[in-house]
């Protein structure tokens, strides 16, 4: 999705027309069309102007995803006070707080003690915390990531210390850096590529002793329209029109046959701009385990090529050009893409859960089924 999608989607989202957002920003309707079929951008001071009138930051205005407006980050947000006080209780000698941004559902601090450098994470639970414990256990000489050094609860509020991982978000980097980071990346993807897991159990999500939920690859990929593991009833209720959806089901049982695995291998299952650390050009950490799973690493792959980040799109078009050579890979990462979008829809829209702006979503899911075989 282009920046001038986004700009009309809001719009919409927002419930103006074009003549209405023309006429409060003083410019002509054209102008405003211009900039949302692509043909000119706005300056920085219109989009600053754009992103009041739809009341929303301009991250949310900008990025790929946006956080959906129905949902909360966390039950309890805890001011500095009370994370350094949290975090003294563990280093007595800690300084040097800094917020670390990007997060959902954690606030995430930095912070420096006993000569060393940490990060403190709370608001999750505590399962999440203790599978990134599992990961670090279990692969640390193949991947670099955070080593979970203590996990707790305080006060109703879960936690957790890691060591800190020197890198910048790729989010963060300028475009020449993203772009120097790139044969990087693909090197991860290789990385990841190579870990079987042939002794652990399960497919699918696993929990924080390594077990994986379904007994096939083909079983957690399929689970999305049984109807005893995913109950769409409730999805118009909850406002959002079930055509995509329905639609999304039926070309996934169309394509599902697609689906073959023969040797299980670890995703991360959220690799993004927010969760891929960088230094100097390298790859220096992989961070936020909490949706990683077991079977095809193409899952990965297809995760990047749903949300389509703007930021992202050398990264994109690598990955295109690598991993779809054939029509038949074409189509189980199509699977895949279709898995993902309506995994989104269902945890946000029916259980309630922290996501992103389901209209983005169930946009970005009809042009994919529009458009990718």
């Given at each position: ?131 990134e414990r599992w990961v670090y256990n ?189 029509p038949e890979t074409k189509e189980k ?41």
């Amino acid at each position: 999705m282009h920046i001038g999608e986004k700009l009309k989607l809001r719009r919409k989202k927002a419930g103006y027309t074009q003549e209405q957002v023309a006429e409060k920003m003083n410019i002509t309707r054209q102008t405003l069309s211009n900039w949302e079929v692509g043909k000119y951008y706005p300056d920085i001071d219109s989009i600053i102007e754009l992103s009041r009138i739809y009341q929303l930051s301009l991250d949310e205005l900008l990025l790929g995803k946006i956080y959906f407006k129905g949902a909360f980050p966390m039950a309890k947000k805890l001011t500095e006070i009370e994370i350094e006080r949290l975090i003294k209780k563990h280093y007595s000698n800690a300084t040097d707080f800094k917020e670390l941004g990007g997060g959902l559902v954690s606030q995430t601090y930095k912070f420096i003690a006993d000569e060393g450098k940490y990060v403190f994470q709370a608001g999750n639970r505590t399962e999440v915390y203790e599978k990134e414990r599992w990961v670090y256990n279990n692969f640390n000489n193949l991947l670099p990531v955070r080593n979970v050094l203590k996990v707790g609860v305080d006060d109703g509020v879960t936690y957790s210390i890691s060591n800190y991982i020197e890198g910048s978000k790729l989010f963060d980097l300028n475009s020449q850096e993203l772009l120097d980071t790139c044969p990087s990346i693909m090197k991860t993807l290789k990385v990841l590529e190579s870990i079987e897991v042939t002794e652990q159990n399960g497919y699918g999500r696993y929990d924080n002793n390594g077990q994986g939920a379904y007994p096939t690859w083909e079983d957690f990929i399929k689970a999305v329209f049984n109807e005893n593991i995913y109950n769409w009833s409730a999805l118009e209720r909850n406002g959002l029109d079930s055509s995509v959806v329905t639609n999304a089901l039926q070309e996934l049982k169309s394509h599902i046959s697609s689906v073959t695995l023969n040797k299980k291998y670890i995703i991360h299952g959220d690799l993004g701009s927010y969760n891929l650390l960088a230094k100097g050009g390298q790859i220096s950490g992989i961070i936020d385990w909490s949706l990683s799973l077991y079977g095809d690493h193409l899952y990965d792959k297809a995760n990047i090529l749903f949300w389509n980040e703007d930021k992202l799109r050398p990264l994109i078009q690598q990955i295109t050009s690598k991993y779809i050579d054939s029509p038949e890979t074409k189509e189980k990462i199509y699977c895949y893409i279709l898995r993902i979008g309506l995994d989104e829809i269902y945890n946000t829209v029916i259980l309630n859960e922290v996501g992103y702006d389901i209209e983005w979503v169930a946009n970005r899911l009809q042009k994919i089924m529009d458009s990718f075989l």
